[in-house]
Structure formats: C-alpha cells, structure tokens
C-alpha cells in the first residue's frame, strides 16, 4: 500500500523556520515527482512546491518564494520542505502529494504567531 506520512509540523513564532518531512513507503520513490500542498482555513488547497525524480529540478509558489527549500532523499524515502522566514499567511495543513499515485498524506499542522 502506497502510504505518505508528513511530520514536522509545529508552532512558531513570524520569522522562525520549521522542516517538514514526509515519509514515503509502497512504492519506487526515486522515479517520481513529488510535492508540497497546503491549505489554510477557508481557502482552496494549492500546491506550495514540487520537485521532479531524476533531476531534482524544483518550482515554488510565488508566495514561498526566496523562503521555502524542497529536497529529497531517494535513498531514504523521504521528502523534505525547509521553510525559513515564516509568517502568520503561512499558517495552514501541508500535505504531501504523489500525483502519479494519487497519493496524499494526512497533513501535519502548520501555525505561525505574530
């Protein structure tokens, strides 16, 4: 079974920084693509990050840019969002997401006090 499990996530303080990860398992993670989601209260889910499998080539939300660094390691399974300067708009659930597997980890809370 193809599972993804985020963890990372916390309270924090406008300017702090937190590392999520997510723990992929049930599948060949170094062949494909992975992102970062969130979703805040009230407003739609969007993607925050993603990061192609061979390459590691990366794309950012332009709200996160300059502040959020996604990462993998293959031989571990696991993916990685770096997010430094953070600020109260931050504030969400961030899910991990495997598109080719249609894959979603329960999300792990994100909150930033001003």
């Known amino acids: 079974q193809v599972q993804l499990v985020e963890s990372g996530g916390g309270l924090v303080q406008t300017g702090g920084s937190l590392r999520l990860s997510c723990a992929a398992s049930g599948f060949t993670f170094r062949l494909f693509a992975m992102s970062w989601y969130r979703q805040a209260p009230g407003k739609m889910r969007e993607l925050v990050a993603r990061?192609?499998?061979?390459?590691?080539?990366?794309t950012y939300a332009d709200s996160v840019k300059g502040r959020f660094t996604i990462s993998r390691d293959n031989g571990d399974n696991t993916l990685y969002l770096q997010m430094n300067s953070l600020e109260p708009e931050d504030t969400a659930v961030y899910y991990c997401?495997?598109?080719?597997?249609?894959?979603w980890g329960q999300g792990t809370q994100v909150t930033v006090s001003s």
């Open positions: 997401h495997c598109s080719a597997k249609n894959a």
């Open positions: 990061i192609t499998s061979a390459a590691g080539r990366t």
